[in-house]
């Protein structure tokens, strides 16, 4: 059961345009959710992060959003850079849970 | 600062072979400590969690086993590796208090 599912594995995005990634879930007991940075060959690196308390959280060029009645979230990266390429996890963990669910990842190629 | 290391980088084991992964962290204490496979093409599979010393919970059956034989090292093993236990592995830790995980760079094994 694939409590948390990334449903695009890829997305191309032009650079110095926006990227938009998306996460649902399916656990309402999860209440915090974190996106990560994965580039090959390393382990993920912590973006951002977001309550079930708030909507929206925001750091820099990154932004998360979060709607927890359609149990969806998305990270969007303004303006995208060649940097950003990588493959993406959104993760979610529930009340006194110990532990991270991830979603399958999904793979952004910014292109020049 | 914390920090966690993971080795070794890369291996390459025949079939049937025993397999060994260790992890440990510096800078904290207490920490919860995770085992996660990325197979390739798939997302991030939680393998084992340990919120203590000898305290081991196993989220999938598989030929794979943990421990922890001291707070800030947990080992990864097996007794007869099967192909299907290709894949990149990795170590984490979290606070007890916070859910952001921090990851290891990885083990990637290949059984031949």
């Known amino acids: 059961d694939q409590q948390v599912k990334q449903n695009s594995p890829s997305l191309s995005v032009q650079e110095g345009r926006i990227s938009i990634l998306n996460c649902d879930y399916t656990n309402s007991m999860f209440d915090y959710f974190l996106w990560y940075k994965k580039y090959p060959a390393e382990g993920p690196t912590f973006l951002i992060s977001?309550?079930?308390?708030?909507d929206k959280n925001e750091d820099g060029r990154f932004t998360v959003f979060l709607n927890k009645s359609a149990k969806h979230l998305s990270l969007h990266i303004v303006p995208s850079q060649p940097g950003d390429s990588a493959v993406y996890f959104c993760a979610a963990s529930g009340q006194g849970a110990q532990k991270l669910v991830f979603g399958q990842g999904t793979r952004l190629t910014i292109n020049p | 600062s914390q920090t966690i290391h993971q080795w070794p980088a890369t291996l390459v084991q025949p079939v049937g072979s025993p397999l060994s992964l260790e992890c440990t962290v510096e800078g904290t204490s207490n920490p919860n400590l995770y085992w996660y496979r990325q197979a390739a093409g798939r997302g991030l599979q939680l393998l084992f969690y340990?919120?203590?010393?000898?305290?081991i919970s196993s989220e999938v059956p598989q030929n794979l086993s943990a421990s922890r034989p001291q707070d800030r090292q947990f080992i990864l093993s097996s007794k007869k590796l099967l192909l299907s236990d290709s894949g990149f592995y990795l170590c984490?830790?979290?606070?007890?208090?916070?859910?952001?995980?921090?990851f290891g760079q990885g083990t990637r094994l290949t059984v031949v």
């Open positions: 977001i309550s079930s308390i708030k």
């Open positions: 984490a830790w979290t606070h007890l208090t916070n859910t952001e995980a921090f």
């Open positions: 340990s919120v203590g010393i000898g305290q």
